[in-house]
């Protein structure tokens, strides 16, 4: 199992619909990247006084083969197109694997 981190940053003044995100954006994201080997997809919104990360989303992955294959894939577009009707913050991608 590999995980991909995509986080969100920004400050009070940045735009960020939690709503749209977990109920538009993340099953789209499930739907695009399923059959390249996501196995879950999970938002969290950490608590702090606006400034710095307000969302990550945790995919994980059957494997690093899988990331790749996903983001590589034709269906990345319409994921990454669909970023702009719940933020204006730019999305961070990190990997992580087990030890």
């Not at 969290?44 to 995919?59: E, L, N, Q």
Request: charged share 20%; glycine share 6%; aromatic share 10%.
């Amino acid at each position: 199992m590999t995980m991909l981190f995509v986080t969100y940053a920004g400050d009070t003044g940045t735009r960020f619909d939690r709503d749209y995100y977990t109920n538009t954006h993340l099953p789209l994201v499930l739907e695009a990247w399923g059959p390249h080997g996501l196995e879950t997809a999970a938002a969290f919104f950490p608590a702090s006084d606006g400034v710095g990360t307000i969302a990550v989303c945790v995919c994980r992955f059957q494997n690093e083969a899988a990331i790749r294959s996903a983001i590589n894939s034709p269906q990345t577009e319409r994921v990454m197109a669909d970023v702009k009707h719940f933020t204006d913050a730019k999305p961070t991608q990190s990997r992580a694997v087990p030890l």
